[in-house]
């Protein structure tokens, strides 16, 4: 299994796959880890976690170069990356026992009361779009409850992940609270099935959630679902234009566009749509695509894998075929980098309106009124998460009612924060991660009744 610069193509590292003999023994090393950590104070956790999240601050510089050489991000993005992280470990370091605390209630018993209890070996699959940040926002909630983990990373942020079993254990983790495997797609549905193996969560597109969630369902084990998005992004008359404009850009370029939650269809009233689509073409034109993303003034680092790129350029030039216009962009710099891309004119049966745009590719498209505007943000398989832009804040409240989507911002970027639950609906999957609803997915909900 190789690692490979996506900015220069040459090879980081080599690794040797594991074998379903090593797989095995991982897995049960990681369930005797279970059975102790499981017993484990919630102080105890606390105190291992904040060390984690001190060790992410102060490598900070050497794992967001890790990350950019992996995956190609600008290195502003990793580093920015790894202080998230480190917030979120000392969230959870701080919350999660009161998150988890057992709960009374009044019933005709002399005490009845719920608890909370680690379940065992929890099993991640996770994307490389954000190395260190999906790994640790499943992770850091999942042990903090007592539960163990092992993990199958993207293979080309086999670096990243291995950085992350490190990182454990130099934090005072037991050995194998936390494990890697490195290993082919071919051998993930053998990992699900071992009896050790009890929940399944994965981040990552709706093909791989299909699979990997009939996987689990076919051995009965408790699966959380992380999909695709193909977020709206609402821009009503009454807003600030250029803040929203602004703000969309960002969300929309980050990480050269691959990202999940961010705004991929900016849905705008008619009556601004000329001045909007005009602004953004002037904020793609001046951005600096193309340079080495390990300098600070390039704006976006090229695409993680060629592959990647050769989707995106199918996506737009069929869509161009079928109607859509290109106003900027449309067609890749070279063979890392895709043009920032503003199309109009996009249409149902298209691929940039139906399917999820992994890249820098921007969509706008009128709509008459509010109402209008969630009808077209709702006519998608997706329903990750959605911005609304408007002065009115009643009438934003009644549009997020009405939208099919995990998470509603009004007048901001759509983001995940430990403090809030993170998921889909439809087909951007099911469960949530952060907050105590995440951290509650992976736990035996126990009922405790006495007379």
Not at 160 to 184: D, M, N, Q, R, Y
């Amino acid at each position: 299994m190789k690692s490979v610069n996506p900015f220069t193509g040459q090879v980081i590292a080599e690794y040797d796959e594991h074998n379903s003999g090593q797989v095995s023994q991982i897995i049960s090393e990681t369930d005797r880890a279970f059975s102790e950590w499981k017993k484990s104070s919630f102080k105890e956790r606390s105190r291992r976690m904040r060390k984690l999240g001190s060790l992410l601050r102060e490598h900070k510089e050497a794992f967001a170069v890790l990350i950019t050489s992996e995956m190609g991000k600008i290195i502003s993005e990793s580093s920015a990356e790894i202080e998230k992280c480190a917030w979120l470990c000392e969230y959870y370091a701080e919350h999660a026992e009161s998150m988890l605390k057992t709960e009374l209630f009044e019933t005709d018993g002399s005490k009845s009361y719920v608890r909370f209890d680690p379940v065992g070996v929890i099993y991640a699959i996770m994307p490389w779009n954000f190395p260190f940040w999906q790994v640790l926002r499943f992770s850091v909630p999942t042990i903090m409850a007592g539960n163990t983990v092992v993990l199958k990373h993207a293979p080309n942020v086999t670096g990243c992940s291995l950085a992350i079993e490190k990182l454990f254990t130099e934090a005072g983790f037991p050995h194998s609270v936390f494990s890697s495997l490195i290993i082919p797609v071919e051998l993930s549905e053998e990992v699900i099935a071992n009896p050790l193996i009890q929940g399944v969560t994965l981040t990552g597109s709706q093909r791989a959630g299909s699979i990997v969630a009939s996987q689990a369902g076919k051995y009965l084990k408790k699966s959380v679902m992380e999909l695709g998005g193909s977020d709206p992004y609402i821009v009503l008359k009454d807003a600030e234009i250029n803040k929203a404009c602004k703000t969309g850009m960002c969300s929309r370029m980050m990480n050269a566009g691959q990202v999940c939650i961010s705004a991929k269809r900016f849905i705008v009233e008619e009556s601004i749509f000329g001045e909007f689509v005009e602004e953004q073409k002037v904020l793609l034109e001046n951005m600096n695509p193309g340079g080495d993303p390990m300098d600070e003034d390039t704006d976006m680092g090229p695409m993680a894998r060629p592959d990647l790129l050769e989707k995106i350029e199918k996506q737009v030039a069929e869509s161009v075929k079928m109607g859509a216009k290109v106003i900027t962009g449309g067609h890749r710099k070279d063979d890392k980098f895709y043009a920032p891309t503003l199309l109009v004119n996009a249409k149902k049966g298209m691929p940039v309106y139906d399917e999820e745009t992994f890249g820098p590719v921007s969509v706008v498209i009128p709509a008459k009124n509010a109402d209008d505007a969630v009808r077209i943000a709702n006519d998608t398989l997706y329903g990750l998460g959605a911005s609304i832009w408007t002065q009115d804040i009643e009438l934003a409240q009644k549009m997020a009612i009405q939208l099919d989507a995990g998470a509603v911002f009004i007048n901001g970027m759509t983001k995940s924060d430990p403090r809030l639950p993170f998921g889909g609906t439809k087909r951007s999957g099911y469960g949530r991660e952060l907050s105590h609803f995440g951290i509650r997915e992976f736990v035996n909900i126990k009922t405790v009744w006495v007379k």
